[in-house]
């Protein structure tokens, strides 16, 4: 009897398959309550023991050992044959499984050896191999018949039999998810949760969405933003949780075009913009400078010098690239009369981002660069990023694992391919150098060392000014005990979460 | 009249696959892709072709135009691209969910709407009228969707602060039901459902009451000028009858054309609301789809609305000929 929680979040949930979601709430719905990846990171984001109870790691592969007592939710246990099947079918082109990207680029082939043990073997070495393994195993004997490029419509993928300490009981689509806990999920992977029930809301409107949380009427709301934290602070009954999470800010140059090519004009725009007073004003000081692409509670993280903010320094720089204003307008050209003018494009649905292209348009006025600011609609603003037609943008990501591979955003191999991450088309050697040496290197300290001077070519080269890491926000109602929450997610340790039996 | 309705039902065939080829025209000229909000560094470009293949959208327009109408026209309308079901299944669940929050809304706004007009009427410019006129024009021009933010903020929010306040005026700011809905009696179930229905349903109607009200005042005044009213209040018969009596039937006939101007518009009124709400209807599910490029579910959602309006103002048509005997619909042989 350990009472019904209400979580609420602003968007529907996605596929309730791990080889096809690619949705970040149900992510985590899938890794920490219907289905048992092989590993779990702890609070130092470390792999540890999970499906898999132990590894023997080697430079050409891992044997994994897996948990017997680990059941699918319709009491089939579950062994190395789902695994394997899980790997196949992430494996197989038509699946179109996020899988295969995400983790399983390192990992050539899997081997049942028993039931319960399973060999992976290795295309090439890798720093923190485990990282490739933060997936969770779907049941064979369901999904066995569903060819492979059906699988992202199976009904199975609404209606999940899994293997996790919540089961599956309803869905309403645009409206709830209900799951409930699992009586017998083994003790050696945490035992029972402590919840009867949880139930997953949909509120849309982020102003509705806390209207519900502060009259106590969910007890979490997942979906926080950094100008309601405050009311919530004030609020008696809630308290708010903010943590370092998976998100960055960053405006994005195409080194392409003429007046963005020289990584001078690059660096000259990024110390021009306070990133500090950016954060302090429009994320209500919920976030962090960022300096790179390894997120600053990363072990691979090392901290370097960000670029400062300088005006001065900015001009001189903008100076020394040949941009000075020739002809007194207040804007610069260079040699050939070229004004320095490009458009800065972002979408209208986020304010946030708005406020930051117009105040990087107003502080690059005062260095006589002319930025014209243009918002788009979100899908449209995609089209034109992908297309790279794009002098500059706004934009975000979110890492989704805590694999650090930047290899798909800066890799000259990714510079001209159609569709590919790259946007920028930079094209620098010694980036790509350290982006190979770095995935590759087995010794967790030299791989480090080769992540900091990643840091540092890449700030020079300066195809991103990183404006961010975000901090996560969520209310939670005093009722609710044990919430904890860190970059892993709003529910990572949902299994330790309790309602004191007076306010069930 | 049954031809009448017959030939108006076939009339609109035409008309309704002309809006869906030209939404689907439009749809495939904006920019964007359904799998766009799979795009991530992660997820490699060859896994994003892939997915656009297995769902066909890597076809020429032309093809996948074919290729959707024929289904459709066998009655398929196919599978949501971010749902990954049947948008047969999605509208069982949506289009329900909708009549009832624009059914409730259409009592309101025609309930307030005479009421007020009728009482505006009969006390012309006196100090209520001229209140009630202000206020009309006051909420008129309120937008559904930020009339909405406002009744949360104060009647789900703000009063939860008030002890005295009574509960069941303190309302829910969304969704369609309480979490242990499921629980309830059946007339626990009924009270439930209303008090979500409150909120919405006021955000959406209250200004169409406003201008319902406009309507009412004028068309009541004008009756009552008339003589037949005149001779009414001549035979001595008391005030009431003659208001509520002989001039409310003619008074009404200009309003009922209103009924169908107001369906299509509390259609389009819902998207918002909904949004607004989270009511799980169908101008949500057209909202998300159109976000997405979900493009079945808009073109089946767009279906459904046109279908509503088409009808809608065929009913209108109708109850027309129903108040006023003078109209005649041509057909079923009669001239």
Known sequence: MGGTAIVAFNADMGRFNPLVNTDQNTNEVIYYMLFTPLVQYDESFAARPYLAESWDLEPGGVTFRLNRDVRWHDGVPVTAHDVAFTFRRAKDPQTASVLSSAYLELVESAEVIDSFTIRFSFARPHARPLDGFWWAPVPKHLLEDTPPAEMARTPFNRQPVGSGPFRFVEWEAGESLTLDRVADFPESLGGPPFLDRVIFRFVGEPATLLSEALTGRVDVNGSLFPHQAEQVERTPGVSLLSYPFREYYYIGWNVRRPVLQDPRVRRALTMALDREQLIDVLMYGYGRPAAGTIAPWHPMFTPIEPLAFDLAAAGDSLAAAGWIDRDGDGVREDEGGTPLRFTLMTNHENPVRVDIAQVAQARLASIGVDVDVRTLEWQTLLARHRGREFDAVVQSWVLDNFRVDPAALFHSSQADRPGSYNRSGLKDPEVDRLIETATGTTDPEAAKRLWTEFSLALQQAQPFTFLMWLDELASVSDRLRGVEMDARGTLVTIADWWIPPERR | ?335
Request: aromatic residues 10%.
């Open chain 2, 1 to 335: 009249m049954t031809a009448y309705i017959v030939r108006r039902l076939l009339q609109a065939i035409p008309l309704v696959l002309g809006i869906l080829t030209l939404v689907f025209i439009i749809l495939q000229a904006a920019p964007g892709d359904p799998m766009a909000i799979y795009m991530h560094p992660s997820v490699s470009p060859e896994v994003l072709d892939q997915m656009r293949e297995n769902y066909g959208l890597d076809q020429p327009v032309h093809v996948q135009y074919v290729r959707w109408l024929k289904s459709f026209l066998s009655g398929d309308f196919g599978v949501s691209v971010t749902q990954n079901r049947p948008i047969a299944s999605i509208l069982a669940e949506r289009i329900p969910n909708t009549l009832l929050l624009s059914g409730t809304s259409l009592l309101l706004i025609f309930a307030i709407g005479i009421g007020l007009g009728i009482i505006q009427a009969v006390r012309q410019h006196s100090g209520l009228d001229h209140a009630l006129t202000l206020g009309a024009l006051f909420i008129y021009s309120m937008p559904s969707f930020w009339l909405g933010l406002m009744l949360i903020l104060i009647f789900a929010y703000k009063v939860h602060w008030i002890d005295w306040w009574p509960d069941a005026l303190k309302f829910p700011p969304s969704g369609m039901d309480s979490v242990d809905y499921e629980m309830l009696s059946s007339w626990g179930r009924f009270t439930d459902r209303l008090h979500h229905l409150v909120l919405p349903s006021i955000a959406l109607g209250v200004s169409s009451a406003a201008s319902v009200a406009r309507y009412m005042r004028s068309s009541m005044l004008e009756v009552i000028r008339q003589d037949y009213i005149r001779t009414a209040r001549a035979k001595g018969l008391p005030e009431r009858t003659v208001i509520l009596k002989h001039a409310l039937k003619n008074a009404l006939l200009p309003i009922i054309t209103l009924l169908g101007l107001y369906l299509p518009f509390l259609f389009s009124g819902a998207v918002l609301v909904e949004v607004v709400f989270a009511w799980p209807g169908m101008g949500r599910a057209i909202f998300d789809a159109i976000n997405q490029r979900d493009y079945p579910t808009v073109m089946a959602t767009t279906f459904v609305f046109a279908v509503m309006v088409v009808i809608a103002n065929l009913i209108a048509d109708i109850l027309y000929a129903v108040v006023d005997p003078r109209i005649r619909y041509a057909g079923g042989g009669r001239e």
